[in-house]
């Protein structure tokens, strides 16, 4: 019987000889392939944290003691341990999060997955404990490239203010985040990881003096009480200790005697501990191995013997935003990228790769990033920091006040926006059309295809007063969505077939195909309809009042949240232009949005075309004071015989 199968909890690691514990990690790893590459998930970053979620679960006593991730996508061993070993839909509606989840588990503390935030949760509950008057352990596992973000050093600076009260910091370096981490802390724990003498030294010098007579445990007192001069001489730690922070480690963390040993230390000292462990990310899979560029950080179905995905989509919006970079590149030598230690992910390697010198990875520090994007700016350049939607709300001061105050020309292209589905709600882009729209000046467009992906990009880097904003959703581009037409900056995407049409459908971003649908399914109603994309979404074209004013309803779909977003600046801005026309706008409500597909989640919150259509048509009937079941057979409804003003005719599609 394997041995993963009798796992129950935590506690059921208790029993096992050291032999049998490295059996169960290697069951884990096997079990982690299989499991993953059937589902996708993140499937490098767990195979190098088995030893070590071993070694925390045989010395902690979770739930009571709290482990927490960061990030939490290197939990999936922690579940495994700690009950939940259906990992047949990972990801899916139904299914494990990918992430830890506090519906899943009591285990599970933190589930947003936005880097760096454990240590500033470490030490509340760390002060909470010592409040309470509780003997809780609390243990902080960082890694995945975690110590880049600056938070993570703010609450360092307030964990080590207090000396005696016990928190310990697990380190999980892996040299990575996605790609291979950098900065000076990468440097720093690189030197640690060459230079790690000085522990073993100590040891064997102990264990000499404590037989030599007399002279022997003075000695090796007086070499301890000199151990600062000594250390940065073996092992330049002393940054970590000049914190007030004790330092164990470098340990080897595939090695679980090791690992308890220095994790029953840690657990024993009565104040904060650093625990430096490392690990290979990927570990046991020679595929995720021989994977340069982020040994398999995220995969989606692959085959479990070659590691080859299953199945090969078509050009995604992230492919499409990396080509015309790198022919921006090549036109533009003031372009420059930034990327947040994501430059995969986001599709910078291949500007990357042609053009070394002009890429910034800031690692894990998206404010950082910002502010240094706006210097960018000043000194002549015009930076393009390519960032997940959701990653870019932890930098909205610095779009503010560093970027947008300072009419800085600094395009941000905001990959993964609306609903991205299986990572769950911190992962949704679903916030940035709302808390962008407050930014003076800033312009933010939201294209509807690969083409307009191009277009609008170029048309963004012309800026050079504001900041830009190009957002885009995840996964494959469909086909190019043709305009018939243009009003102002607006494009018409369909033409209402009649001189007094009924809806003025306001298309948003990737929801252009199914705006159409809408329309058409209006249509058969009786319905006309007139749709638009703005391309650019705020601000609000000005083309826009005047061609609602000549529609009965004005109705805007995108896949960002209804609060504050592009609905609501349209609506203002009829009532600023003395339009008073019914509006309804559909998006996605404000909650947190459970993982699942993003068919799924849209089907789930109403915003599919069958959906909005019928609310529509409700809304048309009470215009004309029918009942919602009732229209007219013929294909007309009451609007077409009372409307007084027409639609002006639109300019031909342009190139």
Same mark, same amino acid.
């Given at each position: 019987?394997?041995?993963?199968?009798? $796992?129950?909890?935590?506690?059921?690691?208790?029993?096992?000889?050291?032999?049998?514990?490295?059996?169960?990690?290697?069951?884990?790893?096997?079990?982690?392939?299989?499991?993953?590459? =059937?589902?996708?998930?993140?499937?490098?970053?767990?195979?190098?944290?088995?030893?070590?979620?071993?070694? /925390?679960?045989?010395?902690?006593?979770?739930?009571?003691?709290?482990?927490?991730?960061?990030?939490?996508?290197?939990?999936?061993?922690?579940?495994?341990?700690?009950?939940?070993?259906?990992?047949?839909?990972?990801?899916?509606?139904?299914?494990?999060?990918?992430?830890?989840?506090?519906?899943?588990?009591?285990?599970?503390?933190?589930?947003?997955?936005?880097?760096?935030?454990?240590?500033?949760?470490?030490?509340?509950?760390?002060?909470?404990?010592?409040?309470?008057?509780?003997?809780?352990?609390?243990?902080?596992?960082?890694?995945?490239?975690?110590?880049?973000?600056?938070?993570?050093?703010?609450?360092?600076?307030?964990?080590?203010?207090?000396?005696?009260?016990?928190?310990?910091?697990?380190?999980?370096?892996?040299?990575?985040?996605?790609?291979?981490?950098?900065?000076?802390?990468?440097?720093?724990?690189?030197?640690?990881?060459?230079?790690?003498?000085?522990?073993?030294?100590?040891?064997? *010098? =102990?264990?000499?003096?404590?037989?030599?007579?007399?002279?022997?445990?003075?000695?090796?007192?007086?070499?301890?009480?000199?151990?600062?001069?000594?250390?940065?001489?073996?092992?330049?730690?002393?940054?970590?200790?000049?914190?007030?922070?004790?330092?164990?480690?470098?340990?080897?963390?595939?090695?679980?005697?090791?690992?308890?040993?220095?994790?029953?230390?840690?657990?024993?000292?009565?104040?904060?501990?650093?625990?430096?462990?490392?690990?290979?990310?990927?570990?046991?899979?020679?595929?995720?191995?021989? @994977?340069?560029?982020?040994?398999?950080?995220?995969?989606?179905?692959?085959?479990?013997?070659?590691?080859? %995905?299953?199945?090969?989509?078509?050009?995604?919006?992230?492919?499409?935003?990396?080509?015309?970079?790198?022919?921006?590149?090549?036109?533009?030598?003031?372009?420059?990228? $930034?990327?947040?230690?994501?430059?995969?992910?986001?599709?910078?390697?291949?500007?990357?790769?042609?053009?070394?010198?002009?890429?910034?990875?800031?690692?894990?520090?998206?404010?950082?990033?910002?502010?240094?994007?706006?210097?960018?700016?000043?000194?002549?350049?015009?930076?393009?920091?390519?960032?997940?939607?959701?990653?870019?709300?932890?930098?909205?001061?610095?779009?503010?006040?560093?970027?947008?105050?300072?009419?800085?020309?600094?395009?941000?292209?905001?990959?993964?926006?609306?609903?991205?589905?299986?990572?769950?709600?911190?992962?949704?882009?679903?916030? @940035?059309?709302?808390?962008?729209?407050?930014?003076?000046?800033?312009?933010?467009?939201?294209?509807?295809?690969?083409?307009?992906?191009?277009?609008?990009?170029?048309?963004?880097?012309?800026?050079?007063?504001?900041?830009?904003?190009?957002?885009?959703?995840?996964?494959?581009?469909?086909?190019?969505?043709?305009?018939?037409?243009?009003?102002?900056?607006?494009?018409?995407?369909?033409?209402?077939?009649?001189? *007094?049409?009924?809806?003025?459908?306001?298309?948003?971003?990737?929801?252009?195909?199914?705006?159409?649908?809408?329309?058409?399914?209006?249509?058969?109603?009786?319905?006309?309809? *007139?749709?638009?994309?703005?391309?650019?979404?705020?601000?609000?074209?000005?083309?826009?009042?005047?061609?609602?004013?000549?529609?009965?309803?004005?109705?805007?779909?995108?896949?960002?949240?209804?609060?504050?977003?592009?609905?609501?600046?349209?609506?203002?801005?009829?009532?600023?232009?003395?339009?008073?026309?019914?509006?309804?706008?559909?998006?996605?409500?404000?909650?947190? /949005?459970?993982?699942?597909?993003?068919?799924?989640?849209?089907?789930?919150?109403? /915003? *599919?075309?069958?959906?909005?259509?019928?609310?529509?048509?409700?809304?048309?009937?009470?215009?004309?004071?029918? %009942?919602?079941?009732?229209?007219?057979?013929?294909?007309?409804?009451?609007?077409?015989?009372?409307?007084?003003?027409?639609?002006?005719?639109?300019?031909?599609?342009?190139?």
């Amino acid at each position: 019987m394997p041995l993963l199968t009798r $796992i129950r909890g935590p506690r059921d690691l208790d029993r096992l000889s050291l032999e049998e514990l490295n059996q169960l990690a290697e069951e884990i790893r096997t079990f982690l392939v299989d499991a993953v590459s =059937k589902t996708g998930g993140h499937l490098g970053p767990n195979l190098g944290v088995v030893e070590l979620t071993i070694a /925390l679960h045989r010395v902690f006593e979770s739930p009571k003691d709290k482990v927490l991730w960061d990030t939490g996508h290197q939990s999936y061993v922690h579940k495994l341990l700690t009950g939940r070993q259906d990992f047949s839909k990972l990801k899916m509606k139904g299914g494990l999060s990918g992430y830890p989840s506090q519906a899943e588990s009591e285990h599970d503390v933190i589930e947003n997955s936005h880097a760096s935030t454990v240590l500033g949760w470490a030490d509340g509950l760390a002060k909470a404990n010592e409040l309470r008057k509780r003997d809780d352990h609390v243990v902080a596992v960082i890694g995945d490239g975690a110590l880049t973000g600056g938070m993570a050093w703010e609450a360092l600076n307030n964990i080590a203010e207090a000396k005696d009260r016990p928190l310990v910091i697990v380190v999980n370096d892996n040299e990575r985040s996605y790609a291979p981490t950098i900065g000076g802390l990468a440097n720093h724990l690189a030197t640690l990881r060459t230079t790690d003498g000085y522990e073993r030294f100590l040891a064997r *010098t =102990k264990d000499l003096l404590d037989r030599t007579p007399v002279v022997g445990k003075p000695l090796y007192e007086t070499l301890h009480g000199a151990k600062k001069g000594l250390k940065d001489f073996i092992a330049p730690q002393g940054m970590f200790e000049d914190l007030g922070l004790k330092y164990v480690g470098p340990i080897d963390g595939h090695d679980i005697e090791a690992l308890e040993s220095a994790l029953a230390r840690a657990k024993r000292f009565g104040g904060p501990v650093i625990v430096h462990c490392l690990t290979e990310k990927g570990r046991g899979y020679q595929p995720a191995l021989q @994977d340069e560029a982020d040994r398999f950080h995220a995969v989606g179905k692959i085959h479990p013997d070659t590691g080859l %995905p299953i199945k090969t989509s078509g050009a995604d919006w992230t492919s499409v935003f990396g080509e015309e970079m790198v022919k921006l590149g090549e036109e533009r030598e003031d372009v420059v990228a $930034i990327t947040a230690a994501m430059l995969q992910p986001v599709g910078l390697d291949r500007f990357a790769k042609r053009f070394p010198e002009r890429v910034f990875d800031v690692g894990i520090a998206e404010q950082h990033g910002a502010v240094s994007a706006a210097g960018l700016a000043h000194g002549g350049l015009h930076p393009v920091f390519a960032v997940y939607a959701t990653f870019l709300n932890r930098a909205f001061d610095q779009v503010l006040m560093d970027v947008a105050l300072h009419k800085c020309g600094v395009t941000f292209v905001l990959d993964r926006a609306g609903i991205t589905g299986t990572d769950g709600a911190s992962h949704n882009g679903m916030w @940035d059309m709302s808390i962008l729209q407050v930014v003076p000046g800033l312009r933010l467009a939201a294209p509807r295809d690969a083409d307009q992906v191009r277009a609008q990009l170029r048309e963004a880097v012309e800026v050079t007063d504001a900041p830009t904003v190009v957002r885009f959703s995840k996964g494959a581009v469909g086909p190019a969505v043709p305009a018939v037409g243009r009003v102002g900056g607006m494009d018409v995407l369909r033409e209402p077939g009649t001189d *007094t049409p009924d809806v003025l459908l306001v298309s948003v971003g990737a929801l252009a195909p199914m705006c159409l649908e809408i329309a058409n399914l209006l249509d058969q109603q009786g319905i006309s309809t *007139t749709v638009v994309d703005p391309r650019w979404v705020k601000p609000v074209d000005e083309a826009l009042a005047p061609l609602a004013e000549k529609h009965r309803v004005v109705v805007t779909v995108e896949d960002n949240s209804r609060v504050g977003g592009v609905g609501s600046a349209i609506a203002q801005a009829l009532r600023d232009a003395g339009v008073d026309v019914p509006l309804r706008d559909f998006g996605i409500p404000p909650r947190f /949005l459970d993982h699942a597909s993003r068919a799924e989640v849209m089907t789930e919150i109403g /915003l *599919t075309a069958p959906d909005i259509a019928r609310q529509v048509t409700g809304l048309v009937s009470q215009l004309d004071g029918l %009942p919602s079941t009732r229209l007219r057979a013929n294909g007309t409804t009451p609007a077409a015989r009372t409307a007084a003003e027409t639609v002006d005719s639109v300019e031909p599609a342009r190139d």
